[in-house]
């Protein structure tokens, strides 16, 4: 009982300085320390992520450029001599800018489904959920650095393709080159994000790329007008979200798009930031319920 009420008259004394309160070093149990957004903790996470693909960059940046030049290479070769041309361009100008969306897009999936999946899998799960991250900065840190690699992707693929002889870009309408590659970037950034949440091992993962992101890349006219196809398919096309992000980028070369008048752009822009909001919302509550990560 003595040396409790020495302690406690220490503490007394250690909590006045000149008859005025001295501030805790450490808060009360239960008062949050960091208010607001976690600005060091969000910068760490992003950094961490751009670092993780950055250190193997052979297979993430330069391979799907490669890859994608050799898409541009056989079409080209396949179609473009025999004169065919789509809305009074060389076929090469038509895909190229299909290509290049469609690679960002690929890659931001890529990197945002690896996040999660590979911390379940290695144990290390705890690194990112036991941080002061809110599910707010946990998904953003994550989607901002898939679009950071989809962008270097980006770029370094449309470097190749300007190097590359008979095929030319223009940016005939810049807001719709950089509004529609954001637009996908960031919607297979959170598709990739639910995908990690919900696989348990990377079976699941590639079943996903496979099965769902491949077959929408490939059928939302990246290497054809949907005008060659039936009205129904045509009608199937204009559900595909892929459709309007290609078709919207294509748009900021080309001036031209499957999309039609340049109103219904702006409409199709209008309706990609609001169907990403949605999907984001959807993507944050997963997060935050925990599942498939806390229990």
Same mark, same amino acid.
């Given at each position: 009982m003595a040396q409790q009420a020495n302690l406690a008259d220490t503490r007394s004394k250690q909590s006045t300085h000149n008859g005025a309160p001295v501030p805790d070093r450490f808060a009360q149990r239960g008062v949050p320390v960091i208010t607001g957004i976690n600005r060091v903790g969000l910068w760490s996470l992003y950094i961490k992520e751009v670092r993780r693909f950055l250190k193997v960059q052979t297979q993430t940046i330069w391979a799907p450029a490669i890859?994608?030049? #050799?898409?541009?290479?056989?079409?080209?070769?396949?179609?473009?001599?025999?004169?065919?041309?789509?809305?009074?361009?060389?076929?090469g100008d038509f895909v190229a800018p299909g290509l290049i969306v469609m690679g960002m897009m690929q890659n931001s999936f890529a990197n945002s489904s690896f996040s999660l999946l590979a911390g379940k899998i290695q144990g290390t799960i705890i690194d990112l959920l036991m941080p002061p991250l809110s599910e707010g900065e946990l998904m953003t840190g994550i989607v901002a650095a898939a679009v950071t690699r989809a962008l270097l992707v980006g770029c370094t693929v449309a470097a190749a393709m300007w190097l590359y002889p008979n095929v030319h870009l223009h940016a005939v309408e810049p807001w719709a080159i950089v509004w529609f590659g954001l637009m996908g970037a960031i919607l297979l950034a959170l598709m990739g994000l639910l995908a990690s949440i919900w696989a348990e091992k990377f079976d699941h993962n590639?079943?996903?790329t496979n099965f769902v992101i491949a077959p929408l890349s490939l059928l939302s006219g990246t290497f054809y007008t949907i005008d060659h196809l039936h009205g129904v398919f045509q009608t199937i096309s204009r559900f595909n979200p892929f459709f309007y992000i290609i078709s919207?980028?294509?748009y900021g070369f080309l001036g031209q798009s499957d999309i039609g008048s340049a109103q219904a752009i702006v409409w199709a822009a209008v309706g990609l930031g609001v169907f990403n909001a949605a999907f984001g919302l959807l993507v944050y509550r997963? #997060?935050?319920?925990?599942?498939?990560?806390?229990?």
């Open positions: 890859t994608t030049l #050799l898409f541009l290479v056989i079409f080209t070769v396949a179609l473009g001599r025999s004169g065919h041309g789509v809305y009074g361009y060389p076929f590639a079943a996903v919207g980028f294509r997963v #997060l935050r319920s925990g599942w498939n990560l806390k229990s």
